[in-house]
């Protein structure tokens, strides 16, 4: 690619709600809503507030929850036109991207980083597909779950904030979430784990409008601070979400968490953390060298044992920190005369986590060594994997048939 000293680095950080978009190296974040208007009888489109307003006059057709619309394989008739989620996604991303390079007089990036929740198979080929059909190089387009973008955000700060418990409370018209993470520095590498919960008690902004509503607000927020955080220390934490941009309603709340630890207020946390990790995939050597668990990547090592040349070997299947979406896997083996394989998962601690046998007895019956099989895997994903068997014969002597099983193995309960 470009400059590795100076990458054209775009972070998005994407919800239905609203989407935000870094151009590094400005930290000045474009926020979109997610939404797209299509101008009634010509090819043109227009987003976010600027696609509200033509719809309001009657020239425009609005289209929102996008994400929703892809994830569903939905399909929206505008303009007289059927139109896949996904197609109109990748508009959007085009529109965006491009409102983008003109206000802040950007080139088009060179890595692009998409933060967001959900990470299904689905919705992940999706987006990529998007960008790859707007020009994009398919090994310069990252998903990441929030998890980690808000990880890579967080170390790209001084080390006292993440030397202890690191905890963020994200707040959007439609749920509040609440994130924890903990760095732990006795390995190698920083191994770094980020966990998320959607709290049931998120709230229509809408109540902020009014005295009474803000004091309730504040009282549901500082209740679930006190529920998640009780009895924990904590070197930091943070606040996003363009809520938090005035918070005065929310005193008592705030007043608790700087109980807690040192709080501190960015709106924009989760595209800065793309954009941070988009920086470090297109160094050539890594500037966080770190291993993160979280969604979107493996909290294990998943491998089994081999005898290779008569010597006793493991083959790794997925390491832990992997993206799922990645370590796929096709070997040519043969049994021996257990006719088992047994999939060991462990820890990053080092302790067999689970072992996991997969019965062979569904293969045709051969003498031993004159049995092979293909042994494919696939990640669907951070707790689930795929493991396909295939008959492969014996050269001649056995071709091979259509036996084939596949299964499905919980690698993480």
Known sequence: MGDTMNPKVLGIALSDISTNLIFYPDDEALIFPTVISKKKGEDAWVVGEDAYALALDGKGIITDKLLKLTRKDGIATIDGTRYEGKEILKIYFREIINAGMEKLYKEKPEEVVVAMAGLEEDIVGDIREAFVGLGYQPNHIHIISKEESFIYFVLSLKKDIWNNKVGMYDLSDVSLTYYEMLVNRNSRKLLVNAESENMDEAFNLQILNNPSGAKLADKILTSVAEKVMDKKKFSSIFLTGQVFAEHE?????????????????????????????????????????????CEGRLRSDVYINVEN??????????????????????????????????ISVVGVDGKVKKNIPIVLDFLPKRPIKTRRFYFRTKFLDDKIMNVEIEDAGFGDMYPPTDVKRNIEVNIWD
């Open 249 to 293: 309603w929310a005193d008592g709340f705030i007043s608790y968490l700087c109980s807690r630890g040192k709080v501190y207020l960015d709106t924009n946390i989760f595209a800065k953390g793309a954009a941070f990790k988009g920086v470090d995939l297109a160094s050539e050597n890594s500037i966080y060298n770190l291993t993160a668990l």
């Open 309 to 342: 040349n008569g010597k006793d070997g493991k083959i790794y299947l997925a390491k832990a920190g992997d993206f799922w979406g990645e370590p796929d896997t096709e070997l040519l083996m043969i049994p021996d005369e257990k006719e088992v394989i047994d």
